[in-house]
């Protein structure tokens, strides 16, 4: 059974570039669109979406941080967490994609070749985090940092764990928020530990601050 991708966006421009060239490159994915948020949820409710594409801002106004978030927490709590989140914008401002990177999968700068953002789907259809090369430069300490030479990379859920981690929940209690075991979150505790090379949940949290991962 064909996946279906969905596009958010009030560009028709984009919409039809878009369209044409995932038809082309992905054509086992159902390409849908919409417009506007309220649209967006309505077909997410109606039809069965694995990937959403989604522009920040739409109406040709400022970006609405508070009525992204809002929208991305939605999208989140009431679909499979199997969906995922690639942002399609020229937005560039740091702050933004700091705000919103622990709920989405991918960020794609739209100035950006088009014939990347295959890559860009099939890398969080893996399960891994895909940020555009012109983007990685701003950004990339949100989701690489450096200690003692060595590089690491947080998935999408470690990201949650880490951000709850911050919070002072509990294994438990991170469990019942994500939906997972606490054997779960216990695993991806331990990953974050022996990535950052940290012995205990303060050093972790000391370290992501310190490199960016957290602010």
Known sequence: MSSNILILD???IIILSLTHYLSRELPQFNILTSSCHQEAIDILNRDSISL???DLKLSNTEVDLDKILTFISTVRSTHSENLKIIVFSMISKAFIIN???PNIDGF???SDDISMLKTAIQSVQNGDLYFSPSVKDVFFNNLIARNNGNTFDLTRREL???SNLE???SNQEIAEILFISPHTVDNHRTNLLKKTSSRNTAELISFCYKNGVLN
């Open 10 to 12: 009030d560009h028709p």
């Open 52 to 54: 959403l594409i989604m």
């Open 99 to 101: 705000k919103i990177m």
């Open 160 to 162: 949650d764990v880490l």
């Open 108 to 110: 794609f700068n739209k």
């Open 167 to 169: 919070k002072g929940h």
